[in-house]
């Protein structure tokens, strides 16, 4: 029989091994005990932690039953294990849903190993102190059983390893794992039997890493959070040493398995070493800001140093390990919704990876089309969008009803330098308005606001030169002035499209109305289309893509930094930050990059990032991201005491802003009560040294090109530490879902919606003028994008807008966060704000079906249900996700 004997000393313990001697290196600067083997001709190795390595042999049940801990005197330190409690680990594993015949055959293989004990080591550490070793106690065991329990779902396996800890053990706090297989696999959860209070949690959703690719254990810590200031004695050095192990140190190129989460500037955009016009700008430093992306330490570029080498698909871009898509979740990204190709037979287009692969299908169909289902904009009225009400309506109640904003004064006037620029003022006239309000003066209409705008001049104007040298490219920096009508609605009055100065012309500026003549009507409708167009890109470069999407990545990488999973902040936090690294690096690399499907389909082509960048620079601030502040802002609402948010909408019928405060308000409510419950001492925010280091990270690595701005919120108390946190949940749930799943029913139909634009606005001296008056409906398609560009719009609008079945909602958070967090008060947090979420929803419905709400109710005019917390998967235009996960 195999017989093992542990002896302790305060310096160092011996492990006798039937003559083979492993020495127990102590607890060492980071409280782990380091184990090493020696003998045979093995050197001893300090930062190997695994008491079984791949050399020994089987430890029996009997032979551990045997360890005995004692001092040097040989006096009993801990109890005798045989005379200790008999404890039990289930540990759950899920495989894949679908393996190949030889991933089925490494299975065996792996329950074999598993089966004699020589797969997965656990190690449970006390969260009291051994007093020899001066970190938590620990007992030690191994997988065992030829076969695992089987669980309800196929791909789900059970195994369990047997413990008997000494009486005086304490409670474990952390489980260290050891993963001695030749490759990862997946732990959902371990869970402990047999201590006093019932079985204990210790939840995973983790990729354990193989031992052949990183020595290290694996740290998992039971669902107890803990502040800092709180960890109990025997799991502190854990603690510190699972966020060390996360950080990393900065240096060399990232391997799949690995798990840390650094920063790097957007420098892997370009791709000069593939074509000299696909090289891009670095976005970073003071003349294009940006945030900090997850550093993946990929090699330079030859012929640009300063940007980062890419890797292009099928081969995917490194993101911390457990950030990965789950298996349900990449089977819908890489299938998609692929449309039927319109051949004399509809054959359905197949994938397999994500959207560039997909684009490569599109892009091969040539002249044939890709057919979807109908978006939901014309579903009910084919002609709705041709309507000047629909058009107005959605600067309210549409993909992007995020941009408009009071009108405060007349003359409309330009911040944009007017030595470069031109004279500051708007076309836009006092009287030009008044010829279009029903007897009412301009100042009549400013002082009862009843004047709105749709401003997109001095973001564009700067970059409308450049996109126009583009080919196939045509674009005006746009104003459009709105009326509020008695009756309840918006009017569009007046748009002015303006092109910048050049050389041989001074600015110009064309001021447009909608009229009643044929010419005029069509015209009209020209203009509106280059709105929506500028509308478009200003959604998917700024508020889509830069607001929610890059803006997200910092906080989550640095609360996996330095937020311990313990710590209650980011166990709040840890839902809504699910798949966003991989989708934001999936995009890097096949949406927002150079020659990618923006610039392909958006009007400021390969200009697109550079907008985003000056976006950021001059109107971004993380203050500002809050839905009340951003609506005061914008002059949409005036600050009321009195309601839930403290603002009070100018217009009630704004269904963005009314479900979105709803929404709010249910996110402010939770987070507070959470914050409460945790930080109960006056000075707890301010003693949080996790929380500082978290917060100060954001601000001068996450968004280090902002970091010294004076609008950054101070967070010295609990009232800063829920207002901050109330952004960022609303910016991951909330504001993403209100801007993202909307881009197919909305957008899927390319006139409603254009995203570039291919011609000017015909003048009388020009030469298609005469083209247009013969056919304006033919002169009008044409200025709309090609086909091939609509279908690769369509296929990536498509798949934004699709919700995968693994998706995680909003309304499911107590659910999730009772898995993660053992304490009752909490649950009761999280099941009070699913049932006001359910309440929500109700409301929500009942305004869908108001008569006097004209933005979402009437005839052909589909509900507004971008914020209505629940959906089933597919294109739904509904379902408010924890998370940015597509």
């Not at 449309?339 to 054959?347: A, H, S």
């Not at 904009?377 to 969008?385: A, G, L, P, T, Y």
């Not at 909330?734 to 291919?758: C, D, E, K, S, W």
Request: aromatic share 8%; with cysteine.
């Amino acid at each position: 029989m195999l017989s093992l004997k542990l002896v302790s000393s305060p310096l160092s313990s011996k492990l006798c091994v039937r003559g083979s001697p492993a020495i127990i290196t102590g607890a060492g600067t980071n409280g782990i005990l380091r184990w090493a083997r020696v003998g045979h001709g093995m050197k001893e190795n300090g930062s190997i932690r695994a008491l079984i390595s791949s050399e020994d042999k089987s430890i029996t049940a009997d032979a551990r039953q045997s360890i005995v801990t004692k001092d040097v005197n040989g006096s009993l330190v801990s109890g005798s294990l045989k005379g200790g409690v008999d404890v039990r680990a289930a540990v759950t594993i899920r495989k894949k849903m679908k393996e190949k015949i030889n991933e089925r055959i490494e299975d065996q293989w792996e329950f074999f190993v598993n089966g004699i004990g020589q797969g997965i080591v656990i190690q449970l550490i006390s969260e009291e102190v051994d007093p020899v070793t001066n970190s938590g106690k620990s007992v030690e065991s191994a997988v065992r059983g030829w076969l695992p329990k089987p669980a309800k779902q196929p791909n789900i396996v059970e195994y369990a390893a047997n413990f008997t800890v000494p009486f005086d053990f304490g409670k474990p706090g952390a489980i260290l794992i050891t993963n001695l297989h030749g490759k990862e696999f997946y732990l959902l959860e371990i869970v402990i039997h047999g201590f006093e209070g019932g079985p204990l949690f210790f939840p995973a959703k983790t990729w354990i890493h193989s031992r052949n690719d990183n020595p290290e254990s694996r740290i998992i810590f039971r669902n107890q959070a803990y502040l800092p200031l709180q960890t109990p004695a025997g799991i502190k050095d854990l603690r510190r040493e699972d966020l060390l192990s996360i950080r990393g140190n900065g240096k060399g190129e990232r391997k799949p398995h690995d798990r840390i989460y650094d920063y790097a500037p957007y420098n892997d955009l370009g791709n000069p070493d593939k074509d000299k016009d696909l090289a891009r700008p670095v976005l970073s430093g003071a003349e294009r800001p940006y945030p900090r992306r997850c550093r993946t330490g990929r090699p330079p570029m030859k012929t640009d140093p300063l940007s980062e080498s890419r890797i292009e698909k099928p081969h995917p871009v490194y993101v911390p390990r457990d950030e990965t898509f789950e298996e349900i979740k990449q089977d819908t990204v890489s299938a998609g919704s692929e449309g039927v190709l319109l051949r004399e037979e509809e054959q359905k287009v197949v994938g397999n990876a994500f959207l560039t692969n997909k684009m490569k299908q599109v892009m091969s169909v040539s002249q044939r089309l890709l057919k979807y289902e109908i978006p939901a904009i014309i579903k009910r009225d084919r002609f709705s969008w041709l309507r000047d009400n629909e058009f107005a309506r959605q600067t309210l109640a549409g993909v992007n009803a995020v941009n408009i904003e009071i009108l405060k004064e007349v003359p409309i006037v330009s911040k944009l330098d007017p030595s470069v620029y031109g004279p500051p003022e708007s076309a836009i006239t006092k009287e030009l308005i008044e010829e279009e309000l029903p007897g009412m003066s301009v100042q009549k209409a400013i002082e009862e606001k009843r004047l709105f705008i749709l401003d997109y001049h001095d973001m564009l104007l700067p970059f409308i030169g450049r996109m126009n040298s583009l080919p196939g490219r045509i674009a005006y920096a746009t104003r459009t002035v709105f009326f509020y009508t008695k009756s309840g609605f918006l009017r569009p009055v007046a748009i002015e499209l303006s092109l910048p100065p050049a050389p041989s012309s001074p600015v110009k500026k064309y001021v447009y109305t909608h009229g009643h003549d044929a010419t005029t009507h069509w015209i009209w409708k020209l203009a509106k289309a280059h709105v929506c167009s500028n509308d478009a890109g200003v959604h998917q470069l700024v508020n889509h893509w830069l607001r929610t999407h890059a803006c997200m990545e910092p906080y989550i990488i640095a609360t996996h930094r330095q937020l311990s999973s313990m710590h209650p902040i980011f166990k709040l936090l840890h839902p809504h930050m699910r798949y966003t690294l991989e989708i934001n690096a999936l995009a890097r690399q096949s949406l927002i990059n150079g020659g990618g499907i923006i610039e392909a389909c958006f009007s400021p082509g390969k200009y697109a990032m550079e907008i985003s960048s000056f976006a950021y620079k001059g109107l971004w601030r993380f203050d500002m991201e809050a839905l009340p502040a951003d609506l005061i802002r914008r002059g949409m609402a005036v600050e009321d005491p009195s309601t839930p948010c403290g603002v009070k909408l100018l217009i009630e019928d704004y269904p963005y802003a009314a479900d979105g405060l709803l929404i709010w308000a249910a996110i402010k409510e939770l987070v507070e009560s959470y914050v409460e419950h945790f930080y109960s001492d006056t000075n707890s925010v301010a003693s949080d040294v996790e929380l500082q280091a978290w917060w100060n990270e954001i601000k001068n690595k996450g968004h280090y090109d902002k970091q010294n701005e004076p609008w950054w919120p101070k967070l010295n108390t609990k009232e800063d530490l829920s207002g901050i946190l109330v952004i960022m949940i609303w910016t991951a749930s909330g504001q993403h879902a209100a801007i993202n799943f909307g881009q197919y029913p909305l957008g899927g139909y390319v006139p409603n919606r254009p995203t570039l634009m291919r011609k000017f606005i015909p003048q009388e001296n020009d030469p298609d003028y005469e083209d247009f008056m013969l056919n304006p409906q033919h002169h009008f398609l044409s200025s709309l994008a090609t086909q091939l560009q609509t279908t690769k719009l369509m296929a990536v609008q498509d798949t934004l807008s699709t919700h995968s079945p693994d998706e995680e909602y909003l309304a499911q958070l107590n659910q999730l966060q009772s898995h993660w967090i053992s304490d009752n008060e909490v649950v009761k947090l999280f099941d009070k704000f699913s049932a006001n979420l359910e309440e929500i929803e109700e409301i929500i419905n009942k305004r869908n079906k108001d008569k006097r709400l004209k933005n979402r109710n009437g005839a052909g005019i589909p509900p507004y249900e971008l914020l209505v917390p629940t959906s089933g998967p597919g294109v739904t235009g509904r379902g408010i996700p924890n998370s940015i996960s597509i």
